[in-house]
């Protein structure tokens, strides 16, 4: 939880190579699934919007879908995977 927080500080601060690293590193952690749903979504949200890299926004938002049937992101992701795809 710590490390999405600081991820979130990073961001703020503009240091989206940190930011997205560190949250890339929370999500690969096998210990806990508590807020990866949410740091998959941001990390999503950062690829879309901040790095303009629709390819790994996708992906990232795919993967929620895969991981996290259950989460609160999980219709955002889905309409937001048919908005990237042009449907």
């Known amino acids: 939880i710590a490390e999405y927080e600081l991820a979130k500080v990073r961001l703020l601060e503009g240091n989206i190579p940190v930011a997205t690293k560190i949250l890339q590193d929370f999500i690969n952690k096998g210990n806990t699934v508590l807020f990866k749903d949410k740091a998959l979504f941001l990390l999503a949200q950062i690829n879309e919007y901040v790095i303009k890299n629709r390819r790994e926004a996708l992906r990232f938002y795919s ?13 955002t992701s889905r309409e937001k995977i048919n908005s990237l795809q042009g449907f």
């Not at 993967?63 to 992101?73: I, W």
Request: net charge negative; glycine share 0%.
């Open 63 to 75: 993967l929620l879908l895969e991981k996290f049937p259950h989460s609160l992101y999980f219709e």
